[in-house]
């Protein structure tokens, strides 16, 4: 067997090889002289290397730490789902209310005497649906949809997903 | 990434204003703070005050930590962060001599050799840690001292898990030389 090279010694030194090789390795070390030094000098820089270096902190770096931390923390935290489900909402507010636009106008209309401010609201917001109509028609509209839903995906963290998938799995499976 | 349940616990304690948690955890991750603020900015005056800047921004931000990481490497990716930060901002000069001895060691594996006859074996390695480029000693700290992973190093210092694995053994390799050369000269003393 060659000698050991370098990559070989720092596999070992991190546990990183199979049984097989070790025990090759070593017996290799135990009668070479050679690589015998060189790998005693690589458990010493091991050993070395895992000494705790001198690192000024003061006894009181806690207690200074605390006392410069803001008074409070960030009240409003806007979590990304969250944002994405108002998205959600919206968007499907939206839908809704283009998808029932006759219906809303012959709302609007049957109480044209009203001024209440929720009427008020749905005349807005039906004249803005077929307003959209009008511009782009149909399949703008589903473009924009469209739009929003890749939106909402990149915008929803995949970790909730997964987290709760896995919940659900461990539910199914009776691991919870 | 699942958390220990009493990190979990401590996080959600902190993100809901526990002041004493927060306590707890700068107990519990000072020394690797510490470490790598010492790793990447060296000797500083502003040691403390980085370290202190380091639990600001953790305390700032806890809300934005989305577990898919451990805690602690969390954690020390900041501090990597804020220390970098610190160096191109009040040692430029510094900074960039980094990423020239990066690069120079990219060509070029024998550079650059120290004052070492007059030092005991711990300093002489501690000398020649410091000589190494900043993402060197960096990786060999957290591998060694902190015992992390190539992954979790690879997350701090934003870099593929393959470069930190080149990185901790090249620079293993400059400091086992270091310590032949201590050898050879115990030999040639009368």
Not at chain 1, 122 to 142: A, E, H, M, Y
Not at chain 2, 35 to 57: P, S
Not at chain 2, 130 to 158: A, C
Request: with cysteine.
């Amino acid at each position: 067997m060659s000698h050991i090279s370098d990559s070989q010694f720092q596999e070992l030194l991190d546990d990183n090889l199979n049984e097989r090789q070790s025990k090759l390795f070593l017996r290799h070390i135990w009668d070479c002289p050679q690589c015998r030094e060189e790998w005693q000098i690589y458990r010493q820089l091991k050993k070395t290397l895992m000494q705790e270096p001198v690192v000024p902190l003061s006894n009181h770096f806690t207690d200074d730490t605390m006392a410069s931390l803001p008074s409070r923390l960030p009240r409003f935290i806007i979590q990304r789902w969250i944002i994405a489900v108002s998205s959600l909402s919206i968007l499907a507010g939206i839908g809704a209310l283009y998808y029932f636009r006759d219906i809303l106008k012959r709302i609007v209309l049957t109480n044209a005497g009203f001024e209440s401010p929720l009427l008020q609201l749905t005349s807005i917001l039906s004249t803005i649906g077929n307003f959209i109509l009008r511009i782009g028609g149909d399949q703008v509209v589903l473009f924009l949809i469209a739009c929003f839903a890749l939106l909402l995906i990149g915008l929803l963290d995949k970790k909730v997903f997964q987290r709760r998938t896995k919940h659900s799995f461990q539910v199914i499976n009776g691991t919870l | 990434m699942n958390q220990p349940t009493d990190t979990r616990a401590l996080i959600n304690q902190i993100r809901h204003g526990n002041r004493d948690a927060f306590r707890t955890l700068v107990e519990q991750n000072k020394r690797l703070v510490s470490h790598v603020i010492y790793r990447t900015a060296g000797h500083i005056n502003d040691h403390e005050d980085l370290c202190q800047d380091v639990f600001i921004k953790v305390y700032q931000n806890i809300h934005k930590f989305r577990e898919d990481s451990k805690l602690s490497t969390w954690i020390a990716q900041i501090a990597f962060n804020t220390s970098i930060n610190y160096l191109r901002k009040k040692r430029p000069s510094l900074y960039e001599d980094e990423s020239r001895i990066l690069a120079t060691y990219e060509t070029n594996e024998d550079l650059p050799d120290i004052q070492i006859e007059k030092m005991d074996r711990n300093q002489r390695i501690a000398k020649a840690i410091d000589s190494l480029p900043l993402q060197m000693r960096t990786v060999i700290t957290l591998y060694h001292l902190e015992e992390m992973s190539y992954k979790e190093i690879g997350e701090i210092m934003n870099m593929p898990e393959g470069t930190m694995k080149s990185y901790l053994f090249r620079a293993r390799k400059k400091l086992k030389n270091v310590l032949s050369q201590e050898l050879e000269l115990k030999d040639i003393q009368p």
